[in-house]
């Protein structure tokens, strides 16, 4: 059994930062792609940014220069940096990891973590 927790949402105004930051735990063998995805009501869920394991990572045009992800692999988290936040960025922030147990590889989310920028 697999566990994503998140952890930094909230609420700032806008310009400001915000980090977040997502902990895997349970039966993990080795953590590949992780990700943020985030939505809003009525629309889909939309990939923020990504990191594999080799640290290569892909940003979305909308926060490209503004959102910075990363990761430590001994802790089995991913972080994502939001800088020159706008109040577009308000949204449910969804962290996301494809994993590797001694059973299976499967793909993984959190349960979600707000963040509201006011204007």
């Known amino acids: 059994q697999v566990q994503l927790v998140e952890s930094g949402g909230g609420l700032v105004q806008a310009g400001g930062s915000l980090s977040l930051s997502c902990a895997a735990s349970?039966?993990?063998?080795?953590?590949?792609?992780m990700g943020w995805y985030r939505q809003t009501p009525g629309k889909q869920r939309e990939l923020v940014a990504s990191?594999?394991?080799?640290?290569?990572?892909n940003y979305a045009d909308s926060v490209k220069g503004r959102f910075t992800i990363s990761r430590d692999n001994a802790k089995n988290t991913v972080y994502l940096q939001m800088n020159s936040l706008k109040p577009e960025d308000t949204a449910v922030y969804y962290c996301n990891m494809e994993i590797a147990t001694s059973a299976t590889m499967g793909r993984y989310w959190g349960r979600g973590t707000q963040v509201t920028v006011s204007s």
């Open positions: 349970g039966s993990i063998l080795r953590p590949n792609t």
């Open positions: 990191i594999t394991s080799g640290g290569s990572t």
